[in-house]
């Protein structure tokens, strides 16, 4: 058992759309992320995506409609549901998903981040 402090993670890292791993629970793992920009569209088949705000403002674009997501605010997108995060401003997300999902879903693009690489 560990205690993890969210600000001292989000500090040893700058990059933008690479999420690191802060913990696992069962099977799921934990995941932070500072964003910034646009993402690519893309879409997970075999699992929903847990976006949790944890500083700033977070925009997730779908098909008919665009989000808008605050601090303290979630979003669960459900698998199969094409969408694409952006960010005009850096902001910190937490991620929740099954280990072993490639952050760009089923979209080849240079924004795919390495899995696995705890912080």
């Known amino acids: 058992m560990n205690k993890v402090n969210l600000?001292?993670?989000f500090s040893l890292f700058s990059e933008h759309w690479t999420p690191k791993i802060i913990a696992e629970?069962?099977?799921y793992q934990i995941k932070i992320a500072k964003v910034e920009g646009d993402f690519v569209w893309h879409n997970h088949s075999d699992t929903d995506e847990f976006f949790l705000v944890i500083e700033g403002t977070?925009?997730?674009e779908f098909e008919s409609e665009t989000m808008e997501l605050k601090t303290g605010e979630l979003c669960v997108v459900p698998?199969?549901?094409q969408?694409?995060?952006y960010a005009k401003e850096e902001c910190k997300i937490m991620l929740?998903?099954?280990r072993g999902v490639v952050n760009t879903g089923d979209a080849e693009s240079e924004l795919r981040a390495s899995n696995d690489v705890w912080i």
């Open 96 to 98: 929740i998903e099954p």
């Open 7 to 9: 600000s001292g993670k």
């Open 83 to 85: 969408h694409r995060p």
């Open 58 to 60: 977070l925009f997730i």
């Open 79 to 81: 698998k199969g549901v």
């Open 25 to 27: 629970l069962n099977d």
